[in-house]
């Protein structure tokens, strides 16, 4: 008994001794990482002078060396439920709060021109600015709409070194970030998973990819607005989407005149009209949209309900695409030709990368005689084609889940027209990058016509193994898989009912749908 008591003060002296020891050693490491992210993050932060060009600047004797990799981070705060605002908050915790922006408080083009006019106002006082703008690179953190928004802007300014661009997921869809292999699901908002996607960031390569015009003219009204849709909520993605001056080139006296750009696809029919009501119905009940899940999960049962997956019952045939447009294409420098739609075809996609609905592929890859029979290629991002592809209801849509699945090939075109004449419907939807509006067609003897068009190239940041391909790499061109399904892009005007569920046991619902709430 009497040795008792010592013993039990020794064993706690060396427990008390192994936690001490412990939480040294956890504090050490604790420092050593701090010293470690500290060091990295030097690597991307830009110092506040280059936003505050009336402080002093010397490049003499700067005991910090420039930023290797300087970026402009633009974050979506509303995207995402909570996540937006957690990210922002984050990345200014890590970074120089003033090169995080709130999109939501600041357009870009202000931020941008303001930065690019400081650059060159710093320049003959500072090294450090020049190299600055020489080496800077932009993150954006929203949907595909959000990415199409900061795309337009650095398109417009014309900058002779236009930085390239990283794509952080925080929307439903997220097809632009998934094309350059930064996912589709949401991303962490901790510290470590935005230091991870940093060095992503400073890994990644730059691609060149194909940016396209749209243009829109449709007769004045004699009374009233004639906007695609009232009110005026046309999406971030067509930025530049406004009437054009009377002066200009393009402006048609009695027609209204619009113009705007898009970077993945421009779609119209069914696919459009879903999302459509995704839209409006998150924009009357945001609080029942605040994860990812959900969202999609609403976005598969709205899918349901309004009856595309048994199109040829529930919908009439005026809404098919042969019977609302007149369409025209023209390959590279040639001349138009009308393009055959069969009239089964309800949603018809013209796609620039291969990245739609969530990260399918509607195009695949066409085997080597279909490249020989039919003058089709690959989908590369930078060969200044559309690849145009059409469905004919929801469970053609489902064919893209199956091993080389695609939609119907309609053509490959440098330019599309779509005209549209007085008919049995008087509006249709129409979709550009992830965001949706309800377009009024003729109601008179007159024509609304949407002409897509090749406009130039953006530079985005990829990561190494992205899916998307360009016709300037080697290695993309001779690897490209060769296989492909004998699907119908060939199919007869009376096959519908017959093909529609031909591939019904590779079909699948997306990981994370629970098919109990699609009813």
Known sequence: MGNSAPSKIKRHQHHQQQKT?????????????????????????????????????????????PPQYPVLVFINSKSGGQLGGDLLLTYRSLLNEKQVFDLGEEAPDKVLRRIYLNLEMLKPRSKLADEIQQRLRIIVAGGDGTAGWLLGVVCDLKLSHPPPIATVPLGTGNNLPFAFGWGKKNPGTDPNSVMSFLNQVKKAKEMKIDNWHILMRMRAPRGGPCDPIAPLELPHSLHAFQRVSPTDELNVEGYHTFRGGFWNYFSMGMDAQVSYAFHSERKLHPEKFKNQLVNQSTYAKLGCTQGWFFASLFHPTSKNIAQLAKVKVMKRHGQWQDLHIPHSIRSIVCLNLPSFSGGLSPWGTPNSKKQRDRDLTPPYVDDGLLEVVGFRDAWHGLVLLAPNGHGTRLAQAHRIRFEFHKGAANHTFMR?????????????????VVEISHLGQVNMLATHDCRSKSINDPLTTSNHDDGDDDSDEDESEHGEGRKKFGAADTFRIPDGVDIAHLS
């Open 21 to 65: 020891c412990c939480f040294m050693s956890k504090e050490m490491d604790a420092a050593a990482t701090d010293s470690v992210s500290e060091s990295t993050l030097n690597e991307f932060r830009i110092p506040s002078f280059i936003f505050q060009p009336e402080l002093e600047v010397s490049d003499d004797g700067s005991p910090s060396p």
């Open 432 to 448: 550009i990058d992830g965001e949706p509006w309800k377009q009024p067609l003729p109601e008179e003897d007159d024509t609304v």
